[in-house]
């Protein structure tokens, strides 16, 4: 049983979808890279055919992101900047930062016509107050994460890590990442940790919210944590895997579907 106490709600944002829209679709932990070329191929599909009036990514877009700077000809983050622009210019697009991309910035954001969001961030649409988050902070019991997170989410880290060649940084994140799996591999994967209910729950009431969307996890579903409060975690994407998965949230007057994009 953790010890520790619920995660404090931080500072949130909060936005009223927009009187017109129909149609809202939530999607994270793709992990795009140049190593998973049938998950990528399966999100270009995505938004180019995608009928939502407004996407929003709840983290780990990407495997890894190293800096805006990245965006440099011939890279694969130039062109995923070119996919997520062209996404943007027809319907409105939002990013949360995850684990792996929170050097996600202004610049890249701007480029592509996307709006940052905050973790958390409160959207209120057809009556219903959702919160959504990449869910990586209430993890609480992976204490080594949380140590991490502390580091690399400061300034100080950012700004160090930035400055550097990006040959350097390319080699620093690819260290972390192996050492992630690593660790990951180290435990079952029924082990690894969850988000913290006791904080979800304590999040959900301080915002007045019943309903929690969050990744993350890698655990497809929906629970209720608490009388009246509701999560829908969402889907992982390996298209490059067996059996290959890759869903989206959607969320219209009707409620909450998951939508299966793999046949």
């Known amino acids: 049983m953790a010890s520790h106490l619920p995660l404090t709600l931080p ?39 995608s009928q939502a009036d407004a996407i929003y990514i709840l983290g780990d877009l990407f495997e890894v992101w190293i800096g805006d700077d990245a965006r440099q000809p011939g890279r694969f983050e130039t062109q995923a900047a070119v996919v997520l622009a062209n996404a943007a210019s027809q319907r409105a697009m939002g990013f949360m930062a995850g684990n792996r991309d929170f050097l996600v910035g202004s610049a890249l954001l701007g480029a592509c016509g996307m709006v940052g969001l905050p973790d958390p961030t409160l959207l209120s649409a057809w009556g219903e107050r959702v919160l959504l988050t990449h869910g990586d902070a209430l993890c609480l019991d992976d204490l080594a994460y949380q140590d991490f997170r502390r580091l690399v989410r400061s300034e100080a880290w950012r700004r160090d890590f930035l400055a550097q060649p990006l040959a350097v940084r390319e080699s620093q994140a690819r260290q972390m ?9 180290r435990v079952p994967a029924a082990n690894w940790a969850d988000v913290d209910t006791a904080s979800a729950v304590a999040w959900m009431h301080a915002t007045a919210s019943r309903t929690m969307v969050h990744g993350h996890t890698h655990r497809p579903g929906s629970e209720v944590l608490a009388p ?36």
């Open 11 to 49: 500072p949130f944002y909060e936005f009223e979808a927009d009187a017109t829209w129909r149609c809202i679709e939530f999607i994270s932990d793709l992990h795009l890279s140049e190593a998973q070329p049938r998950t990528t191929a399966a999100w270009v599909e995505y938004l180019e055919h």
């Open 177 to 185: 990442r192996d050492a992630s799996e690593a660790g990951k591999r």
């Open 228 to 263: 009246g409060y509701t999560r829908h975690v969402l889907s992982d994407w390996d298209c490059d895997g067996a059996p290959p998965r890759a869903q989206v949230l959607r969320l219209t007057r009707d409620g909450f579907t998951r939508i299966d994009l793999v046949p």
